[in-house]
Structure formats: structure tokens, C-alpha cells
């Protein structure tokens, strides 16, 4: 059943991303994935606890909430403009190919810094997993290579081997974080079953600690509309995408809520007050509940990480090839393999990128040899790129409402009310992000992400006057999602 989902089923047209090629189970994955729920609950609510405690289950069940929210714009769009380009699609439609060439540039750093941010991951938890368990001594970065060039791999061999691979590792994950948390609370956790954790109420600092901790914990659902690329490659995308975007966030967003809530159960919450960044409390949690699993929670947190590698890398090479087939970069980026109908030369460029950026910023951020450097690399790519996507999700919006407006297609509720609400969420999610980081050089990222937009608005008033046939096309989108070569629709 699960081969079939992947299975062509028509010819794939000659120029172009291979057609059919990806189901609707394939597009959900590559949402699901690309959040990586194993990582996302294993790392990213230790930032939230500071703030919200024993009230971080809340948290990420209010975050839940405000992405269907913002995910409506998505689905919209993604209905009615299925393409590989995504948002620079979306955008380019409903506001114009300036705004659209901008949020190709967003998306690049969003997408592109994932992969490296995640060899640095791979590489400074392996590193002192491998040391403090077998006594074996491996530099990160030698670690992370591994995992790079597998990701650049799959991606030459196509779609269907790198969704596959993805869905084991995916499978894999999903089944060790779930089998630990019915764990813990088939054992009745440190304190006994409570529905506390879920309400406000069991934050130790009210409402600001939900506030803040609220900031931290969207970052664990950057990606789920990963599978909007997939927008020409994947069958009935005008139904499958939206799909996979809704069934992704939901069901996702529920593993996140119970297994946070088996967390907490587990450690007890007054211990679940005191988390920080640098616990490990799924660690402790094996170890004391089921001490044979310790060994799988190691091989789910690599594997989660890796899964993320792979299906932020397809993302990011589709949304390259599309802005290079209609002469937003240069050519050599919508070249398509004859056999694997992959976009290669897109594919080279960002694997060598993804390894050069792990390796520079390591070794600035703390040494190719010190664990300290490839976290940093996490860290700081980490923070950079939610910068990135955040405008990108406030974009789209702002498109879905012109967009629907100049077609008379316009829904009070979907195409006003639910966008709305949408922005303002992610606007205050945005000032958030930036309000709590009061450390160099997190304080200087959001000044990296102003001058790129600076940059790249630049580059788009440039092609404007100099190039208007080229970005008067920008984001066009045929019924079989292509541009034509000579920038005019077919």
C-alpha cells in the first residue's frame, strides 16, 4: 500500500519535474517529516519550559491552533496555484513578482539553512552520545558529512527514493516517541495522571510565561507546509495538497500535545519547571521507565534529524528550479535530469552549500572539533531561518486576500476573517522572536534578514526596470504548473 502511494501513473512530460510521481500519503509526509517530530519533542519544548513550566502542553496546544490558522491561507493558495515555487508562487499572484521575487529570498534562507542547521544538530548530539555511551571520539562535522551526502543522494535519485527513505525514517521516529510516552503514562508518570498540564493554569509564571513560551514552541511547526513544493509533482494537487498540509498539522500537532503531556507526567512538575534548553529529559525519561529504549531514543533523535535534512533539501531545490526556469536565477538551476526528472545542477549547488555554511559557521561558533560548535550552528541557523519564513507566512496571507478579492471568489471567513487573524499571529509571533533574544549575535540576526530583504528588493526593482518581460512572469502558473521558456504563457 505504501509503494503505491508513490507509484507514476502517467508518462512525465519531458521537460519538466516528474508528474504523478508522489501520492497523498507522500505530500503528508514531507510535511510531517520536514518538523521532525522526534527532534521537535525531544529539544525544542526545554525552551518553552523556563516560561510556561508545567504548562508547555497548553502551549503547543494553543500553537496547534494558530497554524491551522495561518495553514487556511496555505491551502488556499496551494488549491488553486499548485506549483513547485510554493509561496514565491502564491505571492507573485496575489500581490505581484516584486513581493514574489522577495519571497523566494525568504524561502531561501528558511529552506536552505535547514539542512545545515541540522548536520551541526546530527553531528554535536552524536558526538557526545558516541562519547559518553561507547567512549568513542568523532569531531562533529565528520559526523554531519555523512548524513550531507546521503541527503544530496536521495535528491539526485528523484522524489519518490528520497520520500521513501523519509517515510521509514519518519515511521521509525514516530513509533519510539509514542511507545515511550504510553509508557510513562501507562506507569501513571512521577505524580500520577493530571489533566493539569493541559490547562493555563499550571504555568508558574501566567500568563506571560504562556506568552513567551508560546514564541519558542511555533518553532517545532516550521516546515509543515513543506509540502506546497511538491505542488507539480504530486497527483490531484488541488486536493492533495491542502490535504497533506491540514493532516500534517493536525496530526503532528497532536503527537506534540501528548506526548509533551506524557513529558511532564513523567518528570513530575515541579522537575518540568526547572527544564531548560540543555536538558534531556526523554533520556531520563527512558532510563527510568523503560531503560531498553534509551539506545532507540538516541537512533529516533538522528534519524528525525536526518528526515528534516531530506525533506527541507527536496523543498529547496524545487523552489531554486522553478525560479531558474523562469529567469529569476540563472538557467543552469532549472536544468531537469532526462532519467530522474530531478533538478541536479539545484541539487549539487545546495548540497555543497548546506556542507560550506555547517563547517564556516561551526567553526566560528565554537570549533569543528567542540560539541559547542555544532550546536551553535543549530542554534544560530535555526533562529535565522524562523526570521526567514515568518514574513513568508505573513506574505501569503496578505495573498490569499488581493488574490480572492480581484477573482470576486471572495469568502468573508476564509478569504478575510482566518488570513486576518493569520497575520496578526505571525506578526506577533515575529516581534516575539525578536523581543526575547537579548544575546549577541542573536540580537544581530535580525539585522542579517533586514539587509537580505534590502538586497533582494533591490535585485527586484532592478529586473523591473531592466527585465520586465522576466518578472512580469514570475510565478506563473500553467495547468501543468510550467513557464515557458520564452516567459510567456503557453
Known sequence: MVTK?????????????????VGLGGAVIMS????????????NPQ???PFSGAATPFVYLLCLVAILITATGIMEMSARLP?????????SQGIGPRAGFVTGGLMFVAYALLPPAEIGLIGSYLQATLKSEFGISLPWWLIGLVPAVAMTVLAFGGIQSSLRTALVFFTAEVIVVVTLAVIVVARGGADGLSAAPLTPGASPHGVSGLVTGFVFAALSFVGFEAAATLGEEVRQPARNVPKAIALSVICVGVLYVFCIWAEVIGVGTQAANKLDGTSTPWNDLASTYAPWMKLLVVLAAASSMFAVMVNSNNGIVRILAVMGREGMLPKLFAHIHPRHKTPTNAVLVQGVFSVVIAFVVGSIAGGLGNPVGGSNVYGYLGFLLTLGILPVYVLTNVAVIRFFRARREFSVLRHGVL???????????????VDEQTTAPYTWFPWVI???????????IWLGVNRPDKLAVAGAVMATGEASDTGTSR
Not at 510531517?32 to 529539544?43: L, Q
Not at 488570513?419 to 522572536?433: D, K, R, S, T
Open 83 to 91: 506549483s513547485a515555487g510554493a509561496f514565491y508562487t502564491y505571492v
Open 419 to 433: 488570513p486576518v487573524l493569520a497575520i496578526l499571529l505571525m506578526v506577533g509571533l515575529l516581534a516575539g522572536q
Open 32 to 43: 510531517a517529516a520536514i518538523m521532525g517530530p522526534a527532534v521537535s519533542t525531544f529539544f
Open 5 to 21: 502511494q508513490f507509484e507514476s501513473e502517467m508518462p512525465a512530460q519531458r521537460s519538466g519535474l516528474r508528474r504523478n510521481a
Open 450 to 460: 533586514v539587509g537580505w530583504v534590502v538586497v533582494i528588493s533591490a535585485v527586484a
Open 47 to 49: 525552551f518553552s519550559t
